[in-house]
T-cell receptor
Framework: DSGVTQTPKHLITATGQRVTLRCSPR?????VYWYQQSLDQGLQFLIQ???????AKGNILERFSAQQFPDLHSELNLSSLELGDSALYFC???????????????FGNGTRLTVT | AQTVTQSQPEMSVQEAETVTLSCTYD???????LFWYKQPPSRQMILVIR??????QNATENRFSVNFQKAAKSFSLKISDSQLGDTAMYFC????????????FGTGTSLTVIP
């Protein structure tokens, strides 16, 4: 158990809808990262927060947004959903602002999003 | 651009045998870190092993070891005495400090351990 908790495990919704994915980092970790894993693709970095502030942005669509709350949990909001948004969404956390050799990423179990 | 390539989409190995998963990467940087992650059917991403580029000695964690060839930009994972619990997707990852320490992942190798 990595200590990173993601909810829900599965989510099925229709195109055009909006969903919210939730992540609780490991106790003590200040950084939260969101990744998207589509079929036949590796993990694509979406966005990172550190202690409540956005730190880095990757290939995140404008329809997607995220935030990190004072208790350090994070939410990823996906709106105007399209079929292509179906994927596994992972949250990861690390102790430091920047992951390092001594503070690598710890991943949650992911949320499987299916858009129909 | 930094890239990570895992050329073996699927592999299988007999239980108790040894298997090697390949990974190559492309970068012009000299300071970076390499990781192997395991994703079992439970979908959780688990850190298996890590290597600092400036260390010549290959990292070892129990049955897992790497063959790090910096000049060739190769970072293969060797699993010895394969166990059924090793069945999983394995991702090679690459991180550079001067790009915000973001991780770049390969597309993964699906390993099946056959009883």
């Amino acid at each position: 158990d990595s200590g990173v908790t993601q909810t829900p495990k599965h989510l099925i919704t229709a195109t055009g809808q909006r969903v919210t994915l939730r992540c609780s980092p490991r106790s003590g970790d200040l950084s939260v990262y969101w990744y998207q894993q589509s079929l036949d693709q590796g993990l694509q970095f979406l966005i990172q927060y550190y202690n409540g502030e956005e730190r880095a942005k990757g290939n995140i669509l404008e329809r997607f947004s995220a935030q990190q709350f004072p208790d350090l949990h994070s939410e990823l909001n996906l709106s105007s959903l399209e079929l292509g948004d179906s994927a596994l969404y992972f949250c990861a956390s690390s102790l430091t602002q920047l992951p390092s050799y001594n503070s690598p990423l710890h991943f949650g179990n992911g949320t499987r999003l299916t858009v129909t | 651009a930094q890239t990570v390539t895992q050329s073996q989409p699927e592999m299988s190995v007999q239980e108790a045998e040894t298997v090697t998963l390949s990974c190559t990467y492309d970068t012009s940087e000299n300071n970076y870190y390499l990781f192997w992650y395991k994703q079992p059917p439970s979908r959780q991403m688990i850190l298996v092993i890590r290597q600092e580029a400036y260390k010549q000695q290959n990292a070892t964690e129990n049955r897992f070891s790497v063959n790090f060839q910096k000049a060739a930009k190769s970072f293969s994972l060797k699993i010895s005495d394969s166990q059924l619990g090793d069945t999983a997707m394995y991702f090679c990852a690459f991180m550079m400090p001067n790009t915000g320490n973001q991780f770049y992942f390969g597309t993964g190798t699906s390993l099946t351990v056959i009883p």
